[in-house]
């Protein structure tokens, strides 16, 4: 089946430094979804990429998505301690069957050293 | 508006006990997703429903495992015979619609804290 891996599994930066999380699909993806989990909280939607190449821009977030859809990143340009959480990314396969399941990656915890 | 609602926020049984988690989705919502999510890890998909049906069940992992949806609205997973393996939170998502390209942002709720002793 479907498999989203995500690396790295922590990490931990200096207030302003800059974090990227990359997400690896084994197959290709019809899009991705990236969501941010603080601590004790549930995840939050943060963006979605569907086309080939995409990038979008949160604010210091930066997402792209890969040209043959099957990998993504997430950078954070100068973390704050405001950023401090778990970032997943999560995607739809484009095989048909399942299609309507989002395959989630393991996230990858961002802690902010002040 | 009101968000995805859970309940309990808390659980905790006996193993072997059976447990009911209920979900209530933002309302006009058709698909509604249950996942569990163990300490520190990712989030495992567990049921899909689209309206009152579960097109995808493949996520269960066990017959002890089961769901339901009325009237389109409220779903309960039911854990029976529970095992301290069943510890987890149980996350419940709702979104939009789903043209059957999971393509709509899903709305988490707060999460179970499901604890079997």
């Known amino acids: 089946g479907q498999q989203v891996m995500q690396i790295p599994q922590y990490q931990h930066v200096q207030e302003g430094e800059d974090f990227t999380t990359y997400c690896n699909s084994s197959t290709t993806l019809s899009n991705i979804q990236w969501y941010k989990q603080r601590p004790g909280g549930h995840p939050v939607f943060l963006i979605q990429l569907v086309k080939s190449g995409e990038v979008k821009k949160q604010k210091r977030l930066t997402f792209q998505f890969g040209e043959a859809k099957k990998n993504s990143s997430l950078h954070i340009t100068a973390t704050q301690t405001t950023d401090v959480g778990t970032y997943f990314c999560a995607g739809v396969g484009d095989s048909g069957a399942g299609s309507y399941q989002l395959t989630f990656g393991k996230g990858t915890k961002l802690s902010v050293i002040p | 508006g009101a968000g995805v609602s859970q309940s309990p926020s808390n659980k905790v049984t006996e193993k072997g006990k059976d447990v009911e988690l209920r979900c209530d989705p933002i309302?006009?919502?058709?698909?509604l997703y249950w996942y569990r999510q163990s300490l520190g890890q990712g989030l495992e998909f567990l049921i899909y429903?689209?309206?009152?049906?579960?097109?995808?069940k493949s996520g269960l992992p066990s017959d002890r495992f089961s769901a339901e949806r009325t009237g389109g609205s409220v779903s309960t997973l039911t854990i029976q015979r529970t095992q301290q393996e069943d510890s987890a939170v149980y996350l419940c998502?709702?979104?939009?619609?789903?043209?059957?390209?999971?393509?709509?942002?899903?709305?988490f709720g707060p999460g179970t804290r499901l604890t079997v002793l």
């Open positions: 429903f689209q309206g009152n049906s579960a097109p995808d």
């Open positions: 998502a709702s979104s939009l619609a789903s043209a059957g390209r999971g393509t709509d942002t899903q709305y």
């Open positions: 309302s006009g919502h058709t698909a």
